[in-house]
């Protein structure tokens, strides 16, 4: 007698007391055919478009994720009908207290429901929640929400509705439900390598994530590129940290850096490395503009910490004073560490001038040195102070010196 494993079942044949209920061609899809997507939107909205196809009434739907993002507590894509890509909305921490919130379904499967269903065509009832009167109103019939529930008890929600009379039969909720299995482990491979991707752009920077993504995570291996080196240095922090309250310092300290790092990478700079209350970036040369970039941050971030002191002299504080080395190089880009815990930065002779310089604007009382080097290269001599030359500690040579024209 031959076992029935040995004989193909055919697509939609209903198969009791198994998961699916039944096999579907799309679950076939979402299991054997989704592998080269990396976006789940996408595959929202082809999976949808798909249900569509084969006459099962989705219209709207959405996924609901909590991410481990610095900014945004979590995110949610919206796909309808019509739309020729899904739409992505994200949410600052803190939403999840938030009326709108608290008084949705969303928020009632997070609390542990299971389910949550609702027939919207009864024009006369007062909903509970008020996403249904919005989903009534711009004419859908049902609505449908599940739970998502990814390893380590993270749980997220994909929702369905539709516009159909009637609302979805019980043919098509058993077609969706066939799908949430595989939808959930296909949605948390996703969600991983965003996670890991966003993880790494917030604690390395978007080029050493990159590098590390593609496998570039052996010690000692890199590159050697060119780059004009910033590195920047709070004065006075040790005496802040030992008067200041915790909280307080770390608010300093934040104000700090959004100041000085924001210009930085919205100009095209890449931040390796907090140092305490220092930081180090580079722009690398292969983008023409990068020196041109570097002091356009610089300068932007002058006007920051101006406006970060105005507020500290409104509350009877000092004003913060700081102190940029700047100097232009090849640096070797790569991994430096232990066998076990590596650190991406650079490292080389040109970081160690732009150091120098740092440390050379509190004798010179100039926030912002500059070396000759760069200041040739990016042509910007008319607007510098040449100050000499000056002994840097480690370096044979002096280096020539120069500072902003309208830094006091």
């Given at each position: 007698m031959k076992s029935s494993l040995n004989k193909a079942e055919p697509a939609d044949v209903a198969i009791e007391g198994v998961w699916p209920i039944r096999r579907r061609r799309i679950l076939d899809w979402l299991v054997n055919e989704t592998r080269g997507e990396r976006f789940i939107d996408n595959i929202l909205m082809e999976m949808?478009?798909?249900?569509?196809a084969v006459g099962v009434p989705v219209t709207r739907s959405s996924l609901h994720f909590r991410t481990n993002h610095p900014q945004w507590i979590g995110a949610r894509i919206l796909w309808a009908e019509g739309m020729k890509e899904a739409k992505i909305n994200t949410?600052?921490?803190?939403?999840?207290?938030?009326?709108?919130?608290?008084?949705?379904?969303?928020?009632?499967?997070?609390?542990?429901?299971?389910e949550v269903r609702k027939n919207l065509e009864d024009a006369t009832e007062d909903y509970s929640y008020p996403l249904y009167h919005e989903l009534r109103d711009e004419g859908y019939s049902e609505y449908i929400a599940w739970p998502i529930d990814h390893t380590f008890d993270k749980r997220h929600i994909v929702t369905f509705s539709t516009n159909r009379p009637g609302g979805?039969?019980?043919?098509?909720?058993?077609?969706?439900?066939?799908?949430?299995?595989?939808?959930?482990?296909?949605?948390?491979?996703?969600?991983?390598?965003?996670m890991a991707r966003t993880l790494l752009q917030t604690y390395v920077?978007?080029?050493?994530?990159?590098?590390?993504?593609?496998?570039?995570?052996?010690?000692?291996?890199?590159?050697?590129?060119g780059a004009a080196i910033m590195i920047c240095d709070l004065r006075d922090f040790t005496a802040i940290s030992?008067?200041?309250?915790?909280?307080?310092?770390?608010?300093?300290?934040?104000?700090?850096?959004?100041?000085?790092?924001?210009?930085?990478e919205r100009h095209?700079?890449?931040?390796?490395?907090?140092?305490?209350?220092?930081?180090?970036?580079?722009?690398?040369?292969?983008?023409?503009?990068?020196?041109?970039?570097?002091?356009?941050?610089?300068?932007?971030?002058?006007e920051a910490m101006a406006k970060l002191n105005e507020e500290?002299?409104?509350?009877?504080?000092?004003?913060?004073?700081?102190?940029?080395?700047?100097?232009?190089?090849?640096?070797?880009?790569?991994?430096?560490?232990?066998?076990?815990?590596?650190?991406?930065?650079?490292?080389?002779?040109?970081?160690?001038?732009?150091?120098?310089?740092?440390s050379l604007t509190k004798e010179v009382k100039r926030p912002v040195l500059l070396s000759r080097a760069?200041?040739?290269?990016?042509?910007?001599?008319?607007?510098?102070?040449?100050?000499?030359?000056?002994?840097?500690?480690?370096?044979?040579?002096?280096?020539?010196?120069?500072?902003?024209?309208?830094?006091?």
């Open positions: 949808c478009e798909r249900l569509l949410f600052a921490y803190g939403v999840e207290n938030t009326p709108q919130f608290l008084n949705s379904p969303v928020n009632e499967i997070h609390s542990g429901a299971n979805f039969t019980g043919d098509h909720i058993d077609f969706l439900r066939d799908l949430l299995p595989a939808l959930t482990l296909v949605s948390e491979i996703r969600l991983k390598n965003i920077g978007p080029h050493a994530s990159e590098q590390i993504l593609s496998g570039v995570t052996t010690r000692g291996s890199g590159a050697t590129v030992d008067l200041w309250p915790r909280d307080d310092v770390i608010h300093l300290l934040n104000d700090y850096f959004d100041a000085m790092s924001d210009p930085i095209g700079g890449e931040i390796l490395k907090f140092m305490g209350d220092g930081l180090l970036a580079i722009f690398p040369l292969s983008k023409p503009s990068a020196c041109h970039d570097l002091l356009t941050a610089i300068r932007e971030g002058q500290h002299q409104r509350m009877g504080r000092d004003p913060l004073r700081y102190g940029v080395g700047v100097h232009v190089g090849d640096v070797m880009y790569g991994n430096i560490g232990s066998r076990r815990r590596l650190d991406f930065t650079v490292i080389g002779p040109a970081v160690n001038v732009a150091s120098r310089l740092e760069f200041v040739e290269m990016a042509t910007c001599r008319e607007e510098m102070d040449d100050l000499g030359s000056f002994p840097l500690r480690g370096l044979g040579e002096p280096v020539d010196v120069f500072a902003f024209r309208d830094a006091k």
